[in-house]
């Protein structure tokens, strides 16, 4: 399995920013379509943006305006950065390689956590 490494989480105050970045492989990072998921407290993860090889992106309504995804080719890394932060974007943050599986199963990383105050 390639490594996926979350990074750059942290506790905001509401309307603050943060960056959050995910490295991977360079065979992977390469040729896969990239994801930003979350999962909050006593919820199901979701996902928050994606970008293809190609620099295409997508976002959820939630957070279209706020959040922006990138790919940094050289540093095999996707960021995600994250502006006028809202007390309900508290969650852990994954990423995810497109169809890439481990025994079967999805492949997720441990996580960043962003905790967003009042």
């Known amino acids: 399995q390639v490594p996926l490494v979350e990074s750059g989480g942290g506790l905001v105050q509401a309307g603050g920013s943060l960056r959050l970045s995910c490295a991977t492989s360079?065979?992977?990072?390469?040729?896969?379509?990239m994801y930003w998921y979350r999962q909050a407290p006593g919820k199901q993860r979701e996902l928050v943006a994606s970008?293809?090889?190609?620099?295409?992106?997508n976002y959820a309504d939630s957070v279209k305006g706020r959040f922006t995804i990138s790919r940094e080719n050289a540093k095999n890394t996707v960021n995600l950065e994250m502006n006028s932060l809202k007390p309900e974007d508290t969650a852990v943050y994954y990423c995810?390689?497109?169809?890439?599986?481990?025994?079967?199963?999805?492949?997720w990383g441990k996580g960043t956590l962003v905790t967003v105050s009042e």
């Open positions: 995810k390689i497109d169809s890439y599986y481990v025994g079967g199963m999805d492949y």
């Open positions: 360079g065979i992977i990072f390469s040729s896969k379509t």
């Open positions: 970008i293809t090889i190609g620099g295409k992106t």
